[in-house]
């Protein structure tokens, strides 16, 4: 069975930096891609950062040059780093892992960028 565990979000002000984190139970963490999600008040969920389990990264353009995702195998676990934050980022963010079957979902942690 696998859990995700987000941690990391919080109350930042505009330009502003932040990382999250999400750790993985289970073993299948290695050999998955791994997502973070974001879900605006109002708003459809929307995928913002990808890595594959050979550590290949898309991003959403929304994002692209200030959010960058990375992960550590022997930790289970992938980071979210945010910078430039803008107010339009605030949202709950959720990790995401991806089997052949299924995804699994995090259960998220809200980022508010505000002064």
């Known amino acids: 069975q696998v859990q995700l565990v987000e941690s990391g979000g919080g109350l930042v002000q505009p330009g502003g930096s932040l990382r999250l984190s999400c750790a993985a139970s289970?073993?299948?963490?290695?050999?998955?891609?791994m997502g973070w999600s974001r879900q605006a008040p109002g708003k459809e969920r929307e995928l913002v950062a990808l890595?594959?389990?050979?550590?290949?990264?898309t991003y959403a353009d929304s994002v692209k040059g200030r959010f960058t995702i990375s992960r550590d195998n022997a930790k289970n676990t992938v980071y979210l780093q945010m910078t430039s934050l803008k107010p339009e980022d605030t949202a709950v963010y959720y990790c995401?892992?991806?089997?052949?079957?299924?995804?699994?979902w995090g259960s998220g942690t809200l980022v508010t960028v505000s002064s």
């Open positions: 995401r892992l991806s089997d052949p079957n299924r995804y699994y």
């Open positions: 289970g073993s299948i963490f290695s050999i998955s891609s």
């Open positions: 890595i594959t389990s050979s550590g290949t990264t």
